[in-house]
């Protein structure tokens, strides 16, 4: 890869899990944030790097990263921190979108630091980068009803009636991380945070 300015360069990282059982969850929102956008943008990820699936696009003269780790949720830190470090990218540069049990579901939230809250992704990124001052888009998924375990809630498919929900959910968290590019933190948080 060619060298760039660090300055010049954001990453957008969408947690999730691999494959086909996976790939309708709510455990994989991010990943399927990240799809959002990628189709918005017109770029494939197909390229594979650091155990992640990746595409690139230049806008506005900087370059943008969508990457999608394959190194499965509770490891996700392994495949994120060498990007990090390979692009010596500043951790104010790089966002990461997750599900979110405690957020109702369709709501989204940017925050620029903070605790992984009981998620693994998170914690596993708070680990390998050392650090847990980088921002991260919580997108909410509602708690489980009553009775159910909360694993077999994000990860069991989604209906068709709450899958129509969901998308809205993803096109919501698609504008805000392309906000947070242009925009910048705090002109996202005040417009989509509730």
Same mark, same amino acid.
């Given at each position: 890869?060619?060298?760039?300015?660090?300055?010049?360069?954001?990453?957008?990282?969408?947690?999730?899990?691999?494959?086909?059982?996976?790939?309708?969850?709510?455990?994989?929102?991010?990943?399927?944030?990240? $799809?959002? @956008?990628?189709?918005?943008? +017109?770029?494939?990820?197909? *390229?594979?790097?650091?155990? #992640?699936?990746?595409? &690139?696009?230049?806008?506005?003269?900087?370059?943008?990263?969508?990457?999608?780790?394959?190194?499965?949720?509770?490891?996700?830190?392994?495949?994120?921190?060498?990007?990090?470090?390979?692009?010596?990218?500043?951790?104010?540069?790089?966002?990461?979108?997750? $599900?979110? @049990?405690?957020?109702?579901? +369709?709501?989204?939230?940017? *925050?620029?630091?903070?605790? #992984?809250?009981?998620? &693994?992704?998170?914690?596993?990124?708070?680990?390998?980068?050392?650090?847990?001052?980088?921002?991260?888009?919580?997108?909410?998924?509602?708690?489980?009803?009553?009775?159910?375990?909360?694993?077999?809630?994000?990860?069991?498919?989604?209906?068709?009636?709450? $899958?129509?929900?969901?998308?809205?959910?993803?096109?919501?968290?698609?504008?805000?991380?392309?906000?947070?590019?242009?925009?910048?933190?705090?002109?996202?948080?005040?417009?989509?945070?509730?």
């Amino acid at each position: 890869m060619g060298r760039r300015d660090p300055a010049e360069i954001y990453v957008i990282v969408g947690l999730g899990n691999p494959g086909r059982r996976y790939a309708r969850t709510r455990h994989n929102a991010g990943f399927l944030a990240v $799809d959002f @956008l990628a189709k918005r943008w +017109g770029v494939r990820l197909w *390229r594979r790097r650091f155990g #992640a699936a990746y595409g &690139k696009k230049t806008v506005a003269a900087r370059e943008v990263f969508l990457v999608q780790p394959h190194t499965y949720m509770n490891l996700s830190g392994t495949s994120v921190a060498p990007w990090v470090g390979d692009l010596g990218l500043d951790l104010d540069h790089l966002l990461v979108i997750c $599900d979110d @049990l405690n957020l109702p579901a +369709g709501a989204v939230r940017l *925050r620029t630091q903070g605790s #992984a809250g009981g998620h &693994k992704g998170l914690q596993s990124l708070i680990e390998e980068l050392g650090a847990d001052k980088y921002p991260r888009l919580r997108v909410g998924i509602g708690s489980p009803p009553a009775g159910e375990d909360a694993a077999d809630y994000v990860l069991a498919p989604l209906g068709r009636a709450d $899958d129509e929900q969901f998308q809205k959910t993803l096109a919501r968290a698609a504008d805000a991380a392309e906000s947070w590019f242009r925009r910048g933190a705090a002109a996202t948080m005040a417009a989509f945070n509730q």
